[in-house]
């Protein structure tokens, strides 16, 4: 996170006031005192305007992280000129529920589940998804993730727009 906050040439006040993480929170993430969380990261990326994926690359590979209710493996990242589209596995944990901040301007989120009933989308519009289905949103507003009943296991693809 430091190499990424350096580079934009970005302060840590100026980061924990972007990202509403608190100063001493960034500090020990920075020095490796501190793991962060999904909702962490994704705040901390979407405040410098990269890809979540950016900010994975020192957690090993294949990158795992956890949220509240979603555990996520980066299965691959893709560039191309008008995006960055990240590909991951996850699974929602039985009766959680995940609500992420927007992300940059422009980013789709569009999930296949592979078993369980998942009810994702839009805070305002989530839609319930069961295996074989697929569905996609908007992401640059708050969104759900959510497993009413039993583990959802899926794909997730986040499209960020370059």
Request: hydrophobic share 40%; no cysteine.
């Amino acid at each position: 996170m430091r190499e990424l906050r350096e580079e934009q040439e970005i302060s840590l006040s100026e980061l924990a006031r972007r990202s509403k993480i608190g100063k001493g929170t960034l500090s020990e993430l920075e020095s490796g005192r501190r793991n962060p969380t999904l909702e962490t990261l994704y705040a901390l990326t979407t405040a410098l305007k990269v890809p979540l994926s950016t900010a994975l690359h020192d957690l090993g590979s294949p990158a795992r992280i956890s949220g509240h209710a979603v555990d996520a493996v980066l299965i691959e990242r893709f560039e191309a000129a008008a995006s960055v589209a990240e590909t991951y596995r996850i699974r929602i944990r039985a009766g959680t529920e995940q609500e992420s901040g927007a992300h940059t301007p422009g980013t789709t989120e569009h999930i296949i589940v592979l078993a369980g009933t998942a009810r994702v989308g839009g805070v305002t519009d989530p839609v319930l998804i069961g295996p074989g289905m697929h569905g996609s949103w908007a992401a640059d507003v708050r969104h759900l993730y959510q497993a009413p009943s039993g583990d959802v296991e899926a794909l997730l693809i986040v499209r960020y727009p370059q």
